[in-house]
């Protein structure tokens, strides 16, 4: 155990108090640089998605890339307009999840829940590995190393919020804006190089393995979709902004829309009239940033280097996005409470970790290849748009509040383009991989109702309502206490009551022990104790750091001193689900107590078991 | 559990009783199969072995191996002839271990052993990747696959053993035979195309990287040396033959050394005479199959099948030997006990699984490579030759026994001559690899050692000896059980008595457990239990299967159903190491019981702990 907290401390730090959470409200400039490094660094990697496709059809097609990056600028104009609308009816932050559980019912928010789960996932996974391909277009020599790299990036990202990395407006200002920054400079750039006669080479020969056609122009435009992905953060953290907040979100929320745009319109016609090919081993940003500035020069390895950073910022959004959802999630009893809970550093550490393994297992499936995961990246954005537009029409319907009529029309349209567009995504890309997600989102939804009524299940069957008075024998006041028992009490339900009654059986001095990690009612607690086992003393701890074992373990310490020379036994009542596997769905503290007691030395203890 | 125990049964099968137990007697034809495989398939590699270091000075260095050849026959001929003395001196079966640990004192008999137990796992290495370069150099296809099929040749081993595959005479003789005789016809038809004007085509030109010399020669030499490893393997298993014994054993160590003698000097000759060179992806023994049956003879097939399978039954038997000494220095306390339980199918589990274990690591690190493994393979073979050798010395200057002055000749000749011998391996392969075997025995004899003082450490702190008479206030026969306790004893020491004090302090009626696996002396356990422990009844349970955990589930479940509807507590004792790595050491069974005791639905369970 010491070798472990020792890893622990040195790589996470030291546990922080609950008291010490805060939030920093952030400016427009800031908010901007937080929330919009995963929408803005997709301009990183959507042109070359465009390109990719079309140059199937051979070199002569890559022109259609210009129509196609409009058509998903007016798409991206649309689908901000709608969310602005969104901004103003959920100040406190609408993310879909709760926008579609609000308005369309249960299951519509657990899809929206699922998708934006397998989204989060796929940021992190598509911006870890286009950030890679930055670095390794940059330096070849890395180019064997690509999942290595992707996976120590992964683990940085990860540290870096088990930490409690805070969404520091300051600290994230640096790379965005370094990034947009150099990204304008390099478009003006590839202008005037231009405008003063520079002529591109012409392009390579392209195998034509495809013909042009109706598909083939949808396919490359579902590809492109992957520009707009991260556009809905900015709406989900309203409540960070300073105030006005709703009015502070949506005027950021237009200049991302318009940065974006601006930078996603120049790469893409840059790209086009410099004739550049998608190729293996480097990205189109890096062939563009090699022809405008030239091969070596130090400002080309400076654009790619803030291209590695807002990406690795993008992936770090949703170290921030993911564990709060599925704090949400898990606090309505869909996933696992372990979720639900703060780890040591204030953060959702089971959160980040789980993100972590689902990204990194990826990596290791796509072997790092940004466009071999991009066909599953657009589904789960564009259900989670589908069904956030949605419900905001379904809102505007039952608020009628002052501009409903238009504000449920731009939603309106929102829905009904997002929904044409997920539709395009899924066929065109079927096969490519959009069905690992068609798939994967039911059967999320389906793990999500089972977690609950396996929960609910254990609630009923533990549940000590309705449970007639107690009738005990007083126990009399022993003179001398010869063998007295600890019992931990985490909930009032019947294994706490079996427990308690094995207790009486064979002590003959009995305390209750009961740690409040932040969440608990002294009074009331008390209060249903008096009325259930009067004759038993509670004890409750205050826990600042949210550990259950050390104050416990400090308790049974301090209590064994008390009485020494004799045996106290410690009873930890439990319940046993009916197969192992649902075991995952509660806390095994148990396991890590024994462990803490077996090293504070205790001498007896004792598991009474309650099997549902 | 079910899914284990299901899976288990499949693969290893239903657990045997103990009294299944029972051994074949071999005849000398079947004794020469079951214990020279290891031996007789060491000509697969070994003139191979003598030509890969030639080779380094160019081809014309090829035809040392002449007399390299017949330099190694005579150190067979001298270690055959030692070994005669040994068999004749331990009918009993007398491996370098035993004979170095009785002649020449602890450290010894320890560098002994572990000297073997390296040489163990080498030979499994060594005859898996050999066999597997027999069955590629065949088939070239499955060459990228090498690493894959040597470790499924070692898993499928190794469920064998598990299964408790016997040391069948009729099952081994066939592929030891057919290997044999294959050899010796391929080596006659070898002869007979010579001799009928077949001229081998010249020798390929080979690069000189290094000059002719006494180091060089010498290096060769020891690359030959692996010739030699198993022929002690018929000395070790005596015991095996059918009566007289030893005399059918020294007449089969003859015969073998016959056997091999001719077939390695053969081969040697040929490979020189058809001009074969070592290359990469195919064996010598291949190339001369090629050459002198054709290439798509189905004859060459075969020999490379049975190839395969004499070098399947070399590993084989390491995997009867490794456990077999892992239980006699288990036995004498330098090993963790569990390598001294038979498992359930009345073999060595644990021992065959850390064989397997090891084995497939080595195989992973070099890459299923035979000639990377060799310089490691021939060190402790040697040491353990010349220790078994200086070992027999000793004996026969203590025993003095008729004959013993030319025996102790016979045998100080072969000390003397392995021992230069095993000095020149060490000089000559140390960079290659052999100084990790001389890293690696005096680590394993430091263990040994620790191992040792840990478990007698932790009997003298748990000893019982001098205890004085116990007192304790006579319990009362009460009317009505209402909490009674069951309590396990494994042996008789301080955790246990604690465990029974702490019950005499809770319970109102208590019985005493014990399972009896094979070894315990009933009628001398309830004397000592009546002189401790009077007041408690002592029930010993018979596991006919070995199991602990089984008898003692059904007894409680049983117990359990005798007092309904009350608690019965289920009392552990158990003492907590100093330290955590410690605990393997130690039968972790309780975690096994606390497992069981919850599928069994047992509501109490308590550990009593006693902490050194």
Same mark, same amino acid.
């Given at each position: 155990?010491?070798?472990?907290?020792?890893?622990?401390?040195?790589?996470?730090?030291?546990?922080?108090?609950?008291?010490?959470?805060?939030? $920093?409200?952030?400016?427009?400039?800031? !908010?901007?640089?937080?929330?919009?490094?995963?929408?803005?660094?997709?301009?990183?990697?959507?042109?070359?998605?465009?390109?990719? *496709?079309?140059?199937?059809?051979?070199?002569?097609?890559?022109?259609?890339?210009?129509? #196609?990056?409009?058509?998903?600028?007016?798409?991206?104009? #649309?689908?901000?307009?709608?969310?602005?609308?969104? #901004?103003?009816?959920?100040?406190?932050?609408?993310?879909?999840? @709760?926008?579609?559980? $609000?308005?369309?019912?249960?299951?519509?928010?657990?899809?929206?829940?699922?998708?934006?789960?397998?989204?989060?996932?796929?940021?992190?996974?598509?911006?870890?590995?286009?950030?890679?391909?930055?670095?390794?277009?940059?330096?070849?020599?890395?180019?064997?190393?690509?999942?290595?790299?992707?996976?120590?990036?992964?683990?940085?990202?990860?540290?870096?919020?088990?930490?409690?990395?805070?969404?520091?407006?300051?600290?994230?200002?640096?790379?965005?804006?370094?990034?947009?920054?150099?990204?304008?400079?390099?478009?003006?750039? !590839?202008?005037?190089?231009?405008?003063?006669?520079?002529? +591109?080479?012409?392009?390579?020969?392209?195998?034509?393995?495809?013909?042009?056609?109706?598909?083939?122009?949808?396919?490359?435009?579902?590809?492109?979709?992957?520009?707009?992905?991260?556009?809905?953060?900015?709406? /989900?953290?309203?409540?960070?902004?300073?105030?006005?907040?709703?009015?502070?979100?949506?005027?950021?929320?237009?200049?991302?829309?318009?940065?974006?745009?601006?930078?996603?319109?120049? @790469?893409?016609?840059?790209?086009?009239?410099?004739?550049?090919?998608?190729?293996?081993?480097?990205?189109?940003?890096?062939?563009? !940033?090699?022809?405008?500035?030239?091969?070596?020069?130090?400002?080309?390895?400076?654009?790619? @280097?803030?291209?590695?950073?807002? =990406?690795?910022?993008? +992936?770090?959004?949703?170290? +921030?996005?993911?564990?709060?959802?599925?704090?949400? #999630?898990?606090?309505? !009893?869909?996933?696992?409470?372990?979720?639900?809970?703060?780890?040591?550093?204030?953060?959702?550490?089971?959160? @980040?970790?789980?993100?972590?393994?689902?990204?990194?297992?990826?990596?290791?499936?796509?072997?790092?290849?940004?466009?071999? *995961?991009?066909?599953?990246?657009?589904?789960?954005?564009?259900?989670?748009?589908?069904?956030?537009?949605?419900?905001?029409?379904?809102?505007?319907?039952?608020?009628?509040?002052?501009?409903?009529?238009?504000?449920?029309?731009?939603?309106?349209?929102?829905?009904?383009?997002?929904?044409?567009?997920?539709?395009?995504?899924?066929?065109?890309?079927?096969?490519?991989? +959009?069905?690992?997600?068609?798939?994967?989102?039911?059967? *999320?939804?389906?793990?999500?109702?089972?977690?609950?009524?396996?929960?609910?299940?254990?609630?009923?069957?533990?549940?000590? &309502?309705? =449970?007639?008075?107690?009738?005990?024998?007083?126990?009399?006041?022993?003179?001398?206490?010869?063998?007295?028992?600890?019992?931990?009490?985490?909930?009032?339900?019947?294994?706490?009551? &079996?427990?308690?009654?094995?207790?009486?059986?064979?002590?003959?001095?009995?305390?209750?022990?009961?740690? /409040?990690?932040?969440?608990?009612?002294?009074?009331?607690?008390?209060?249903?104790?008096?009325?259930? &086992?009067?004759?038993?003393?509670?004890?409750?701890?205050?826990?600042?750091?949210?550990?259950?074992?050390?104050?416990?373990?400090?308790?049974?310490?301090?209590? $064994?001193? &008390?009485?020494?020379?004799?045996?106290?036994? %410690? %009873?930890?009542?439990?319940?046993?689900?009916?197969?192992?596997?649902?075991?995952?769905?509660?806390?095994?503290?148990?396991?890590?107590?024994?462990?803490?007691?077996?090293?504070?030395?205790?001498?007896?203890?004792?598991?009474?078991?309650?099997?549902?």
């Amino acid at each position: 155990m010491s070798l472990y907290s020792g890893l622990k401390n040195l790589l996470i730090g030291r546990s922080l108090p609950t008291s010490a959470h805060a939030e $920093e409200r952030l400016s427009r400039a800031a !908010g901007l640089a937080v929330l919009s490094s995963d929408a803005l660094s997709s301009v990183a990697y959507a042109t070359e998605e465009i390109l990719l *496709v079309l140059v199937m059809a051979g070199s002569g097609a890559l022109s259609l890339s210009q129509p #196609i990056a409009i058509a998903i600028i007016a798409l991206l104009a #649309i689908v901000i307009l709608s969310y602005r609308q969104t #901004i103003k009816a959920y100040p406190q932050g609408g993310g879909s999840y @709760i926008v579609a559980r $609000e308005n369309l019912g249960l299951v519509p928010g657990l899809v929206a829940g699922a998708s934006l789960m397998i989204d989060y996932i796929l940021t992190v996974t598509v911006s870890i590995s286009a950030g890679t391909a930055a670095l390794t277009s940059a330096v070849p020599a890395l180019q064997p190393y690509t999942v290595e790299l992707c996976l120590l990036f992964i683990f940085l990202v990860m540290l870096a919020n088990l930490r409690g990395l805070r969404e520091s407006g300051n600290l994230f200002m640096l790379p965005t804006y370094t990034f947009v920054v150099s990204v304008f400079i390099l478009i003006g750039l !590839g202008f005037l190089k231009q405008a003063t006669g520079y002529v +591109a080479p012409d392009y390579p020969q392209a195998p034509v393995t495809e013909s042009l056609g109706l598909f083939f122009v949808l396919k490359a435009f579902s590809a492109g979709c992957t520009a707009l992905t991260g556009v809905e953060a900015i709406s /989900d953290g309203v409540m960070a902004f300073k105030p006005p907040e709703w009015k502070n979100a949506r005027s950021t929320l237009l200049a991302m829309g318009a940065i974006l745009g601006t930078m996603f319109l120049g @790469i893409t016609y840059l790209a086009h009239s410099y004739h550049i090919m998608p190729e293996e081993g480097q990205t189109v940003v890096s062939q563009l !940033g090699r022809q405008i500035l030239g091969d070596s020069n130090p400002a080309y390895y400076f654009i790619q @280097i803030a291209t590695l950073l807002i =990406l690795l910022l993008a +992936a770090n959004t949703s170290f +921030a996005d993911f564990p709060r959802l599925c704090y949400f #999630i898990a606090r309505d !009893g869909f996933l696992p409470r372990q979720l639900s809970l703060l780890g040591d550093r204030l953060v959702y550490s089971n959160g @980040i970790i789980l993100l972590s393994l689902c990204a990194g297992f990826l990596i290791i499936v796509f072997q790092g290849q940004t466009n071999a *995961v991009i066909p599953l990246y657009a589904v789960g954005v564009f259900t989670s748009f589908t069904l956030s537009q949605a419900g905001m029409v379904r809102h505007w319907l039952n608020e009628r509040t002052a501009g409903w009529r238009s504000s449920a029309i731009i939603n309106g349209l929102g829905a009904v383009v997002t929904t044409v567009v997920l539709i395009t995504i899924v066929l065109t890309k079927f096969l490519l991989g +959009a069905w690992m997600v068609v798939i994967a989102i039911p059967l *999320v939804v389906y793990l999500f109702l089972s977690i609950r009524r396996h929960y609910r299940y254990v609630a009923r069957r533990l549940s000590i &309502e309705g =449970l007639p008075p107690r009738s005990y024998i007083p126990r009399p006041k022993v003179e001398v206490v010869t063998h007295p028992a600890v019992v931990l009490v985490g909930q009032l339900h019947q294994g706490t009551i &079996e427990a308690l009654d094995y207790a009486r059986l064979i002590a003959d001095e009995i305390v209750a022990v009961h740690v /409040d990690t932040g969440s608990t009612d002294h009074a009331s607690l008390q209060q249903r104790w008096q009325q259930l &086992e009067s004759d038993i003393p509670l004890v409750i701890l205050d826990s600042p750091y949210r550990s259950l074992a050390e104050p416990l373990l400090k308790f049974i310490q301090d209590y $064994e001193a &008390e009485h020494p020379g004799i045996f106290s036994t %410690i %009873i930890i009542p439990g319940f046993v689900t009916r197969n192992w596997w649902e075991g995952f769905l509660h806390n095994q503290t148990s396991i890590f107590l024994r462990l803490g007691l077996r090293s504070k030395r205790s001498r007896v203890v004792t598991t009474v078991r309650y099997y549902l």
